[in-house]
C-alpha cells in the first residue's frame, strides 16, 4: 500500500513538473513557427493538379516552371521560404497560376511568405504569374508572357485565390532581348482574388503588372524595380488603395540617367488607343517616389496609349515631370469625366503631351511644385483628401495625401528597404 501511494505520488509530481516546462516553453516562443518535416519533400518543379501545402516555416526550392494547373492549388502557410535555383542549374525559375488554378499564400506581419533566388541580384529568376478568367479587351487568342498560358473571359468574380504577406526579391529574369519577366503579373485576374501587402524588391522589369482583369489591390510596395514600379494595360479597371514606389535613390551618372523607368506606366493598348473597355482603374493613397533622373527616364506617371484613371489623394516627387498625360483618347477622358485626378500633390507641373488644355493641376485639391518630407524612406502624409469609403466600400477611409501615415507604418516587419 506505502510502495503504491509513493508510486502515485510520483507519477502526479512528474507530470506537473512536464506540465510546467511545457507552459514554459510555449510561452517563451509565442512568435515560433512549429515546424514539421513535408512528406512530399521540399523541391518545386514541373506540374501541380492537385493541393500541395507548403509548411509554416520551411524552406523549399523552385526548379524551373511551376505550373499551378486546372484545378490545382498551393497553399503556402506563413513563414516560407521559396528559393530560386536558376543560379545552379542555369534554368529559368518561376511559379505560374494557370486559368482554374489558385496559389493560396497566406504570410503574416511577422512570418511573411518570401520567395528569393540563390542568385541574390536583379534578373534573378522569374517571378509569380497568374492567368485569370476576368474581362481584357484582346482579340482572338490570349497567352501569357512567361509559360504560354491562356488568360482573360467573362467571369469578373474569378478566384485565383489569396497573396498576402509576400514579398518578391531579385526577379526579372530575361528570357529573350525583348521579354523580361516581373515581379508580379496578373493576367485577366478577377476581383475573387484576394490582392495585399505585397512588396517586389529589386526585380529588373516592373515590379507590378496588370494584363486587363478587375482584380483589386491594398498594400503594395515596389522598391528599385529597374523598369516600371507598377504597369497596368490591356483594360484592367480594378481597385488600389495604399500603394509605395520607390525607386533606387542612388545619383543619376553622368548623362542624367539612373535606375529605373516610370514610377507608373499606364496604357490602354499600345496597337490600338480606342480599345474598349479601356483600362480605367480608381487607386487611392499612393505614395511615388522617382530617381530624379533628368534624361531619358523623366516621367512619373505616364497616362498614355488610351488609358483612363481615377486618382486620389496621392505623392509623386522625384521625377522632372511627375504626372504626363499622352494620346487623344487618354487625354479626352479628362474633359468628359471618365477620368479624374484630385488631392495629389507633385514636385513639379504636369505635362500634356497631346496638348489639351487639362489644367489638372488645378482641379479639386490638387498642387504642384510641392516639397516633400519623408521619414524612414517613405513615411509621411499631408493631411486633407477625398473620403473614398463612402464612395466605394473597398476603401479605407482615409482622410490624408500619400500611403503611409506615420501612426501606422503598415510596411514594418515584413518589407526590406
Not at 516560407?80 to 529559368?92: K, L, M, Q
Not at 516581373?182 to 501587402?197: E, S
Not at 505585397?198 to 529597374?226: H, I, P, R
Request: some cysteine; aromatic content about 10%; proline content about 2%.
Amino acid at each position: 500500500m506505502k510502495k503504491n501511494f509513493l508510486k502515485i505520488s510520483f507519477l502526479v509530481l512528474f507530470s506537473l513538473t512536464m506540465s510546467t516546462l511545457t507552459t514554459s516553453c510555449s510561452s517563451d516562443n509565442d512568435n515560433a513557427i512549429e515546424t514539421k518535416a513535408d512528406p512530399n519533400g521540399y523541391e518545386l518543379k514541373g506540374e501541380l493538379t492537385g493541393t500541395r501545402t507548403l509548411l509554416a516555416g520551411q524552406k523549399y526550392t523552385l526548379t524551373g516552371g511551376y505550373h499551378v494547373k486546372n484545378g490545382g492549388n498551393l497553399i503556402i502557410q506563413e513563414g516560407v521560404t521559396i528559393e530560386s535555383t536558376r543560379a545552379i542549374d542555369g534554368a529559368c525559375d518561376y511559379i505560374l497560376v494557370e486559368q482554374g488554378g489558385k496559389i493560396n499564400a497566406k504570410g503574416t506581419k511577422d512570418k511573411p511568405v518570401v520567395m528569393t533566388s540563390v542568385l541574390k541580384e536583379p534578373k534573378a529568376w522569374g517571378g509569380i504569374h497568374i492567368c485569370g478568367k476576368a474581362p481584357i479587351n484582346l482579340i482572338g487568342a490570349t497567352k501569357s508572357e512567361i509559360g504560354d498560358a491562356p488568360f482573360g473571359g467573362t467571369d469578373a468574380n474569378d478566384n485565383s485565390g489569396v497573396l498576402s504577406y509576400v514579398r518578391l526579391e531579385y526577379t526579372g529574369f530575361a528570357f529573350n532581348a525583348d521579354k523580361e519577366s516581373n515581379g508580379f503579373t496578373f493576367y485577366g485576374v478577377g476581383r475573387g482574388t484576394q490582392l495585399d501587402h505585397l512588396q517586389s524588391y529589386k526585380g529588373a522589369d516592373d515590379g507590378f503588372e496588370w494584363f486587363g482583369g478587375t482584380v483589386d489591390a491594398k498594400y503594395l510596395v515596389s522598391t528599385a524595380s529597374e523598369d516600371d514600379s507598377f504597369d497596368w494595360t490591356d483594360g484592367w479597371v480594378g481597385r488600389g488603395q495604399f500603394w509605395i514606389a520607390v525607386q533606387d535613390q542612388s545619383a543619376p551618372d553622368a548623362t542624367g540617367t539612373a535606375n529605373g523607368d516610370c514610377l507608373i506606366e499606364a496604357d490602354t493598348r499600345s496597337d490600338d488607343f480606342a480599345r474598349k473597355p479601356a483600362s480605367c482603374p480608381t487607386l487611392a493613397n499612393l505614395t511615388l517616389i522617382g530617381n530624379n533622373d533628368t534624361n531619358a527616364q523623366k516621367r512619373g506617371i505616364r497616362l498614355r496609349a488610351g488609358t483612363y484613371v481615377k486618382l486620389y489623394n496621392s505623392l509623386v516627387t522625384g521625377k522632372p515631370k511627375c504626372i504626363t498625360t499622352a494620346t487623344a483618347e487618354t487625354e479626352q477622358s479628362f474633359i468628359d469625366g471618365k477620368s479624374e485626378i484630385q488631392y495629389v500633390y507633385t514636385a513639379n507641373a504636369y505635362s500634356y503631351e497631346s496638348g489639351a488644355a487639362l489644367a489638372l493641376d488645378t482641379k479639386t485639391g490638387n498642387a504642384v511644385n510641392q516639397t516633400f518630407s519623408f521619414t524612414n524612406g517613405y513615411v509621411g502624409t499631408i493631411d486633407g483628401g477625398k473620403d473614398m469609403s463612402t464612395v466605394d466600400s473597398y476603401f479605407t477611409k482615409a482622410l490624408f495625401k500619400g500611403a503611409v501615415n506615420a501612426n501606422d507604418d503598415w510596411t514594418a516587419g515584413w518589407t526590406l528597404k
